[in-house]
């Protein structure tokens, strides 16, 4: 079964210093990754997504992420946090051509 | 375009009382999916629709009715509330498979639903 593990329930960083959220995957076959960021009482905006080629994928807001296929990771990262940056994080995996199977999230936290 | 769009924003229901939510995209998407979202357990998917005429359960369809009533709407039902179904709903859409090119969702605003 296809699943995503996100094992930080909150991520605590200060502004400017550089952020890492983690993610990692069980799929089988070619996984396609996702990152999405959720503010309060709004839906899931899309952040970036790997697909295929390069490993470090780069998106929204100045985010980035690292596809590592021997450690079956996905961590989301950016040089420096800002303030603006604090939000709930899903990691996601597509599965079966229509199906999203979505971590159960990590909150960011991000303090002045 | 106004993306996704979901009605109500808000509702309050009695155990027992039954409602329909609402959503709609207007970006020509063919698939679409209802979820819920309940703390420290990430979203969870409802029902889909991967193409107009068709709906398939997730992975927690019991106590939901879903229609796919054109391609542009997407509705939910409630028949029977209950507090176990206490959430905030989302409505998402996707392009779906064309071309090895594999897309990422859109979301709607949400509905955050209380049964009493």
């Known amino acids: 079964a296809q699943s995503v593990a996100q094992p930080e329930d909150q991520v605590n960083v200060a502004e400017g210093n550089p952020l890492t959220v983690k993610c990692t995957y069980s799929?089988?076959?070619?996984?396609?990754l996702f990152w999405y960021v959720q503010y309060p009482n709004r839906g899931l905006q899309f952040l970036l997504k790997?697909?295929?080629?390069?490993?470090l994928v780069k998106g929204s807001y100045g985010f980035e992420a690292e596809f590592n296929k021997s450690q079956t990771s996905f961590h989301l990262k950016k040089p420096s946090a800002l303030v603006s940056d604090s939000a709930l994080y899903f990691c996601a995996v597509l599965s079966g051509g229509f199906k999203t199977i979505f971590g159960a999230g990590t909150r960011l936290f991000v303090k002045a | 375009n106004a993306g996704v769009t979901q009605t109500p924003k808000f509702q309050v229901l009695k155990t027992g009382q039954s409602m329909t939510l609402q959503c709609a995209q207007d970006?020509?998407?063919?698939?679409m999916y209802w979820y819920r979202q309940d703390p420290g357990m990430g979203l969870r998917l409802i029902y889909y629709s991967a193409s107009e005429g068709t709906t398939d359960k997730g992975e927690v369809p019991n106590g939901y009715n879903v229609s796919r009533l054109n391609k542009r709407e997407f509705s939910l039902r409630l028949e029977s509330a209950a507090p176990s179904q206490t959430s905030v709903y989302f409505c998402?859409?996707?392009?779906?498979?064309?071309?090895?090119?594999?897309?990422?969702?859109?979301f709607g605003p949400g509905t955050r639903l209380t049964v009493l």
């Open positions: 799929v089988s076959g070619n996984p396609y």
């Open positions: 970006m020509n998407h063919n698939s």
């Open positions: 998402a859409s996707y392009r779906s498979l064309e071309k090895s090119s594999y897309n990422e969702q859109f």
């Open positions: 790997y697909i295929t080629g390069d490993n």
